[in-house]
Structures are given as structure tokens and as C-alpha cells.
């Protein structure tokens, strides 16, 4: 098992009074699979993904986690990248953090993850503002794959491009991850793509996770009607 989650909870108080983001949810994540997390705007995704990659903590339940190397790659390539650093700089800062290698064996690596992600090796000398979004979002997958991570979690990583760069940041991820054999939890409120990406799916509503299983049974046969409002939304636009 990859990632195990028991009885999670995570509460916000604003204006409207107390909102529970993550309700009692429990997940399982297995190694090598990439798992769907789908449901509308405000249903939870993104505060379970940040939950689970810590950058929020729960306020209960439990996260098993069989990798200490987790990365993410956030929706909005635009306010992810740091507008001051060169491309290199950007895809090379976790190897700098760690300490672990040297400058010659950082450039190496960066030039290769630039490579893999079909970057040309011009594009290192760069900033972010000299890219189209589809270009920005390639740099920040490089960012992610760079360290070898073993699992990521992509939250919303096409749903600010144009259809036309979607397919090729989708096929992308999906090369990665059977080339590196990673595990995925791939956010989305974009069936077509979970679908596209997936093995396994998990469908949330208002906090709770209320169907989960592969992508071939929940499609052909949702058994909750929220679930079957959402298969068919997809398929009334084509």
C-alpha cells in the first residue's frame, strides 16, 4: 500500500460559521496505480490531496505513507512557477535542497527531466513568462519528476489549458508514470481525464467520499445518483 488514509477530518471556520471540508473520509492508494479523485467545485479534493501531501493537517484520523519523497503539480502553472528563477533553477531547486548531489550531477538531471518532458534544452536558460501555459506546465512536471519521487499528487494539472494542450500534458503524465512505475492521486473534476488517466476512482461529495472503485465499473455503472449526474454530464457534451 502506497498512501492509507483512516477517518479523516478537516474543519474551517469563516464568516458562514464552522465547514467541514473532509468528513470522516478514508481512502486506500495503492503502489504503482493512479487513483481518480473526481467530484464538483468545493466537494474536498484539494484540502484531502494537501491533507495528505501535509501541507494541511487534520484536525483527526490517520496518514500511512509508504514514501517520504511526495510531489505535487498544482493546477495553475502561471502562479506555481517563480517568475525570478531561470527554468533550470526551477526544475533543479529540489535537488538543491537536498543537498545530495553535485553541480554537475544537478545539470545532468535537470537536462534529462527537461528531455523526458520534451523541453527543449534552450528553454533552461528561460523565465516562465517566455512560456505558453502548456510549456509552463511541462516545467512544472519536470519540477516534480526531478527528485524520483514515488508518488504525486496532480491537483487540477489541465484544467487551466486549452483543450488542444490537454491531451499532450495527459499523455505525458501517463508515459511517466509506467516509464517510473509511480503512483498518482489525480484530482480532477474533469471525468474525461480521470477516465483517460486512471485505474481506480473515488467520487466525493460535500466532504465524504461516497463510491469508490475502478474506472471501468464506476463509468459503465455508477450506483449512487450523484455519480450518474456526473457520468452524464460527460457524455451530454459529446
Known amino acids: 500500500m502506497m498512501v492509507k488514509c483512516?477517518?479523516?477530518?478537516?474543519?474551517?471556520?469563516?464568516?458562514?460559521?464552522?465547514?467541514?471540508a473532509v468528513n470522516e473520509v478514508s481512502l486506500q492508494i495503492k503502489k504503482g496505480e493512479a487513483m481518480g479523485l473526481v467530484g464538483e467545485s468545493a466537494s474536498g479534493k484539494t484540502t484531502l490531496g494537501k491533507i495528505i501531501l501535509g501541507i494541511l493537517n487534520p484536525d483527526s484520523g490517520t496518514i500511512e505513507m509508504?514514501?517520504?519523497?511526495?510531489?505535487?503539480?498544482?493546477?495553475?502553472?502561471?502562479?506555481?512557477?517563480?517568475?525570478?528563477?531561470?527554468?533550470?533553477?526551477?526544475?533543479?531547486?529540489?535537488?538543491?535542497?537536498?543537498?545530495?548531489?553535485?553541480?554537475e550531477e544537478i545539470r545532468r538531471k535537470v537536462v534529462a527531466v527537461a528531455d523526458l518532458v520534451k523541453l527543449d534544452k534552450s528553454a533552461l536558460k528561460k523565465y516562465p513568462h517566455e512560456f505558453s501555459g502548456g510549456e509552463r506546465q511541462r516545467i512544472a512536471i519536470?519540477?516534480?519528476?526531478?527528485?524520483?519521487?514515488?508518488?504525486?499528487?496532480?491537483?487540477?494539472?489541465?484544467?487551466s489549458l486549452d483543450m488542444t494542450i490537454q491531451l499532450g500534458i495527459l499523455n505525458l503524465l501517463k508515459?511517466?508514470?509506467?516509464?517510473f512505475s509511480m503512483t498518482y492521486l489525480f484530482?480532477?473534476?474533469?471525468?474525461r481525464a480521470v477516465k483517460f488517466i486512471c485505474d481506480r476512482v473515488a467520487v466525493m461529495k460535500e466532504g465524504r467520499i461516497i463510491e469508490e472503485g475502478p474506472v471501468s465499473h464506476?463509468?459503465?455503472?455508477?450506483?449512487?445518483?450523484?455519480?450518474?449526474s456526473l457520468i452524464s454530464s460527460i457524455l451530454e457534451v459529446g
Open 6 to 20: 483512516v477517518g479523516l477530518v478537516k474543519k474551517f471556520t469563516g464568516k458562514h460559521g464552522v465547514v467541514t
Open 66 to 103: 509508504d514514501t517520504t519523497r511526495p510531489q505535487v503539480i498544482f493546477q495553475d502553472p502561471y502562479n506555481s512557477l517563480d517568475p525570478k528563477m531561470k527554468v533550470a533553477q526551477i526544475i533543479g531547486e529540489g535537488l538543491v535542497i537536498g543537498r545530495r548531489y553535485s553541480t
Open 142 to 159: 519536470a519540477r516534480a519528476v526531478v527528485t524520483e519521487p514515488e508518488f504525486i499528487v496532480c491537483d487540477e494539472p489541465v484544467s
Open 175 to 179: 508515459d511517466i508514470r509506467q516509464k
Open 187 to 191: 484530482i480532477s473534476h474533469d471525468l
Open 218 to 228: 464506476i463509468y459503465s455503472a455508477p450506483s449512487q445518483p450523484y455519480t450518474q
